[in-house]
């Protein structure tokens, strides 16, 4: 599985992490498990044709030490379609800015 990983946490940060994605994403399936929704204006093509797999998101999941995030866009309601499938180029890059964002918001040093 393709990830995005920020490791090598401090305590402290993952206090913080743990305070603000309780916060801002409380949709959250599994203690620790994230759902981070994609912009709809980032849907690939296949993507905005299927309405009935909508919303999008990347899961997050946020340990002791690490954070770490899958590069593959899910939909909760199927576990296989033609749209759920690995991000692309542009997705990804919105992901990375995502989480890098918080770190910095968070004065979080990775």
Same mark, same amino acid.
């Given at each position: &599985?393709k @990830?995005y990983?920020i490791?090598? $946490?401090?305590?402290e940060?993952?206090d913080?992490l743990? $305070?603000?994605?309780?916060?801002?994403?409380?949709? /959250? #399936? %599994?203690?620790?498990?994230?759902?981070?929704? !994609? =912009? #709809?204006?980032?849907? #690939?093509?296949?993507? +905005? =044709?299927?309405?009935?797999? @909508?919303p999008? %998101?990347? +899961? !997050?999941e !946020?340990?002791?030490?690490?954070? #770490?995030? =899958? !590069?593959?866009?899910r939909?909760?309601?199927?576990?296989?379609?033609?749209?759920i499938?690995h991000a692309? =180029?542009i997705? /990804?890059?919105w992901?990375?800015?995502? &989480?890098d964002?918080i $770190?910095?918001? $968070?004065?979080?040093? +990775?």
């Amino acid at each position: &599985m393709k @990830q995005y990983v920020i490791d090598e $946490l401090r305590f402290e940060d993952y206090d913080k992490l743990k $305070l603000y994605l309780d916060k801002h994403l409380n949709d /959250r #399936s %599994f203690d620790g498990v994230y759902w981070i929704p !994609l =912009e #709809s204006e980032l849907f #690939s093509e296949v993507q +905005a =044709e299927h309405k009935d797999c @909508q919303p999008y %998101f990347f +899961a !997050l999941e !946020l340990e002791q030490h690490r954070i #770490s995030c =899958e !590069l593959l866009v899910r939909t909760k309601g199927k576990i296989r379609c033609d749209c759920i499938c690995h991000a692309n =180029e542009i997705q /990804r890059n919105w992901l990375i800015d995502y &989480m890098d964002a918080i $770190l910095e918001k $968070l004065e979080i040093i +990775a």
